[in-house]
């Protein structure tokens, strides 16, 4: 197993910190005082993101346990980037609340690239063997 560096994992704390306080003040307060009427698909993705933000808690304290939120949000921000902002922007006809959210997915997708330690996720999610499918018989 590699060993992740201490500034690193500072680092990821610090990621999980401002993810956890950043989607603290812009989505829990639209769960908190929802309003009423049928739930849509915005109220969705802000249970989503606010379930995201209370993970982002367990990251401060266990920031390796943690690597696969922010595999999920390195993985949702470049999947929104490639299959929405992409051809908006292409074509010219992005808006102001696309080009700002396009612009907070980029650095979010910066800030995963840069703090995730990728030997660590390498040697732990594709070198590492799986979970076995079943009991072998010595389990049993």
Same mark, same amino acid.
């Given at each position: ?53 209370? !993970?982002?808690?367990?990251?401060? %304290?266990?920031?390796? %346990? ?11 921000? !470049?999947?929104?980037?490639i299959a929405f902002a992409l051809p908006l922007w292409r ?13 907070? !997915? ?27 499918? %079943? ?6």
């Open positions: 197993m590699s060993a992740v560096s201490v500034p690193r994992l500072y680092a990821l704390r610090a990621l999980y910190l401002l993810l956890a306080v950043g989607l603290g003040l812009s989505i829990w307060p639209s769960i908190i005082f929802a309003p009423d009427g049928p739930a849509d698909s915005k109220s969705v993705v802000r249970a989503l993101l606010g379930a995201v933000g209370l !993970c982002s808690l367990l990251g401060i %304290r266990y920031p390796l %346990r943690m690597l696969p939120l922010l595999l999920f949000e390195l993985a949702w921000k !470049c999947t929104w980037l074509s010219g006809s992005m808006d102001a609340t696309t080009t700002s959210n396009a612009i907070e !997915c980029l650095v979010g997708v910066a800030l995963v690239l840069l703090v995730t330690p990728w030997s660590y996720v390498y040697q732990n999610y594709v070198r590492a063997p799986g979970a076995p499918w %079943r009991a072998s018989a010595s389990d049993a």
